[in-house]
């Protein structure tokens, strides 16, 4: 603390202060559709993700079955007690997590992670291809410009 008789000011040493006094309110935002798993209960080294069982009231099997032949497992109820559990009109899926139509599944990070990478490949030849064709068609006397480059600029925007 500094002597205020000398410097004629009251001043708290930096310690005391705290940022939580000038913190901004939160602003209001409507609450999520679908839940999150608690991360107390999740199981380490897995990733968790919300799949289509049904749409329009149909139960859409063939997207089940590919997320199950892909590595996603669906989640028990019993393991995520904090989500409500909302039943679906199919028993097939009475023990696991199913709201509006979407089932909590889980899958391994690695695979996620690898398909991830197969899907990122898929768009880089795609985008590849797109240049590629774009670049055909150029013609010298009526050049193509291919503008799907970015940039940042700094300065004052004057």
């Known amino acids: 603390m500094v002597d205020t008789a000398k410097t004629g000011q009251d001043r708290t040493d930096r310690?005391?202060?705290?940022?939580?006094a000038v913190a901004r309110q939160k602003a209001w935002a409507p609450p999520s559709v679908l839940p999150d798993p608690d991360p107390e209960n999740m199981v380490e080294g897995y990733a968790y993700r919300w799949v289509r069982v049904a749409m329009n009231g149909n139960v859409d099997?063939?997207?089940?079955?590919?997320?199950?032949?892909?590595?996603?497992?669906?989640?028990?109820?019993?393991?995520?007690?904090?989500?409500?559990?909302v039943a679906i009109e199919n028993s097939r899926f009475k023990d696991n997590?199913?709201?509006?139509?979407?089932?909590?599944?889980?899958?391994?990070?690695?695979?996620?992670?690898?398909r991830q990478s197969y899907y990122d490949g898929q768009t880089q030849n795609q985008m590849r291809a797109v240049n590629a064709n774009l670049m055909r068609e150029n013609n010298p006397r009526m050049p193509l410009f291919n503008e799907s480059k970015s940039s940042v600029a700094f300065g004052s925007g004057n």
Request: hydrophobic share 40%; charged share 30%; net charge negative.
């Open 15 to 20: 310690k005391v202060e705290t940022r939580e």
């Open 61 to 85: 099997a063939s997207n089940v079955s590919a997320k199950l032949r892909e590595g996603w497992e669906p989640v028990k109820a019993s393991d995520h007690p904090e989500i409500e559990l």
């Open 97 to 114: 997590i199913v709201i509006g139509g979407l089932m909590l599944c889980r899958a391994p990070v690695e695979m996620v992670e690898q």
